[in-house]
């Protein structure tokens, strides 16, 4: 059997129109973004604010809302931390959830380490925050509140738009970490009154080593004290010579996915629906599936077997069982277990996550695969 990619929530591959509008800023249009005194840069400098505005189209934001990093962890650290040192002199805490990508939890127990207050509100059995619990976190010391939109191994959406409004009526930020959903989902920060949002290109059939960060200019107009100093890049947010190739792939890969959105959604439903209804009559748990998930997204328990016997048995699929940022880790899902798995039951749950060059025929593979491991 021919190898089968099935995790594309860990990346996806750079799409062809991306990949050639990339190209040229390798080679013939080579110019520095911040050279101010000649074409070359002139024409770098305009490549990356098209770009930028190609990114606050996909997510109803203004392009000098829009700043450029390295990736989503990136962004992450500077939002996480450039808030807590804005703001301390107003309070020093932070609440957050349990099942956070590691970019958000590391990022919040270091800032433990220098001053921060940092509240972990857990999940339900569903994977979904309890807005009763998210209220009562909050105290007069809260600055900000970073929940994110999908979780990255479940696909669990939470009610980002509910639980801004629950923080804004305590004069708090919110922070939302959409990696995983911005090009797979319609996103708008309006809509979910989101202050600070982080998102990345490869996640969205664009390049790695690009991502966006998303701060509010406007009611209210959000302040980040910067991480880095030197040369005055994005605002004095993000100091560094820009990276114009995958800038340029990331604005790229932002306007495909706003023209094909609504397809590739009906594409991945429909394989999702697919394939959980093939595993209906084995013995196995779909994580998450009683409340919204992204429509790629597939978190399976197998039970009645172990994580060797499971690895053994889907030798050529492409999986993962959890985050791809803390797969050498080789510990339990920490999104699992939040969500009341036990560490044996979370080392047997598989992340199968779909992608527009997913197919059928793919899945009836692996379904063969499952179904002749437990026969």
Known sequence: MPFIYLDYNATTPVNEVVVQAMLPFFTDNFGNASSATHQA???????????????????????DEIIFTSGATEAVNIALQGIYHAYKTKGNHIVTVTTEHKAVGDTCRYLETIGANITFVPVN??????????????????????VMLANNETGVLQPVKEIAEIVHKYHCLMVTDATQAVGKIPVDVNTLAVDVLVCSAHKMYGPKGCGALYIRRKNP????????????????????????????GMGAAAALAQTNLTAQMQHLNHLLHYFEDALHQLPVQING????????????????????????????????????CTSALQQPSHVLQAMGLTADLAQTTLRFSFGVPTTIQQLNDVICLIKKMYA
Do not use: M
């Open 41 to 63: 840069g002139w024409y770098a400098k305009q490549a990356t604010e098209n770009a930028r505005q190609q990114v606050a189209t996909l997510i109803g934001a203004q392009p």
């Open 125 to 146: 059995t569903h994977g979904q925050l309890d807005l009763n619990a998210l209220t009562q976190a909050i105290t007069p010391n809260t600055i900000a509140v970073c």
């Open 221 to 248: 107009r959000v302040h980040l004290k910067p991480l880095l100093f030197g040369g005055g890049h994005e605002k004095n947010i993000r100091p560094g010579t820009l990276n114009v190739p995958g800038i340029v």
């Open 289 to 324: 599936n009683k409340v919204p998930r992204l429509p790629n997204t597939s978190s399976v328990t197998f039970t009645d077997t172990t994580a060797t016997q499971l690895y053994k048995a889907l030798p050529q699929i492409g999986v993962a069982n959890g985050s791809a």
